[in-house]
T-cell receptor, first 112, second 109 residues
Framework: DAGVTQSPTHLIKTRGQQVTLRCSPK?????VSWYQQALGQGPQFIFQ???????QRGNFPDRFSGHQFPNYSSELNVNALLLGDSALYLC???????????FGQGTRLTVV | GQQVMQIPQYQHVQEGEDFTTYCNSS?????IQWYKQRPGGHPVFLIQ?????EVKKQKRLTFQFGEAKKNSSLHITATQTTDVGTYFC?????????FGTGTSLTVIP
C-alpha cells in the first residue's frame, strides 16, 4: 500500500517561470492538502482539494493554483515564481476531510 | 487570526535528559496532532489527542491535551540521539490545518 507520493523530489527554477508539482494520495484517500514549508518554519496551509474542487484556501496569492483529478491525485501550480517561493512543498492526504496525518516526502523547490 | 505557538523554539539536551515542548493555540481546538520532522525529512504523524485533559503515552513519549483544549505538551523521558528533530503540534480550525512554530531538539551524545 503506497503512501503519499510526490514528484519531483527536487526542482530548480528561474524567477518568473512557472512550476507544476504533483501528488498521489495514499490509497483510499480522497482529499489532498498542500503546504509550503520555508526553511526553519512550520508548514503553512495553501489549499485543500476534495471532489475535484478547492474546498479551503490559506493566505496565498492567486499565483498558487491547483487541480484534483478524478483519481484523487493533485497538482500544485505556481506562476511567476519569486525567490521567496523557494521552499519545501508538502502534500498531505486524508479521507473525507478528517484531519490529515499522512504527508508525502515533499518537493524541494529552489527559485534562482 | 488563528495562531499556534510552541516553546521553546530550540532545545539542546544531553542524552538521557528529559525534554518537554509546549503548544498553545489562540482558539479552542477540536483535536490536536503531533508530528516529528527529521532534518531534511517530512512531517511524520506521532499521535492525535481529542478529549479534554487526555494523556497518551508512546514508550518514552507522553502527550497531554489541556482541559480547555487550547494547549498541549509533549514530554520525552531519557532522550536518545534518535529523538533529534523538530516537533510540531497542529490542529484544525475552520477547515484549515494550522501547524505550530515547532521545537527543534538537539541531543548531545
Amino acid at each position: 500500500d503506497a503512501g503519499v507520493t510526490q514528484s519531483p523530489t527536487h526542482l530548480i527554477k528561474t524567477r518568473g517561470q512557472q512550476v507544476t508539482l504533483r501528488c498521489s494520495p495514499k490509497s483510499g484517500h480522497d482529499t489532498v492538502s498542500w503546504y509550503q514549508q520555508a526553511l526553519g518554519q512550520g508548514p503553512q496551509f495553501i489549499f485543500q482539494y476534495y471532489e475535484e474542487e478547492e474546498r479551503q484556501r490559506g493566505n496565498f496569492p492567486d499565483r498558487f493554483s491547483g487541480h484534483q483529478f478524478p483519481n484523487y491525485s493533485s497538482e500544485l501550480n505556481v506562476n511567476a515564481l519569486l525567490l521567496g517561493d523557494s521552499a519545501l512543498y508538502l502534500c498531505a492526504s486524508s479521507l473525507g476531510g478528517i484531519p490529515e496525518a499522512f504527508f508525502g516526502q515533499g518537493t524541494r523547490l529552489t527559485v534562482v | 487570526g488563528q495562531q499556534v505557538m510552541q516553546i521553546p523554539q530550540y532545545q539542546h539536551v544531553q542524552e538521557g535528559e528529559d525534554f518537554t515542548t509546549y503548544c498553545n493555540s489562540s482558539t479552542t481546538l477540536s483535536n490536536i496532532q503531533w508530528y516529528k520532522q527529521r532534518p531534511g525529512g517530512h512531517p511524520v504523524f506521532l499521535i492525535q489527542l481529542v478529549k479534554s485533559g487526555e494523556v497518551k503515552k508512546q514508550k518514552r513519549l507522553t502527550f497531554q491535551f489541556g482541559e480547555a483544549k487550547k494547549n498541549s505538551s509533549l514530554h520525552i523521558t531519557a532522550t536518545q540521539t534518535t529523538d533529534v528533530g523538530t516537533y510540531f503540534c497542529a490542529g484544525p480550525f475552520r477547515n484549515q490545518f494550522y501547524f505550530g512554530t515547532g521545537t527543534s531538539l538537539t541531543v548531545i551524545p
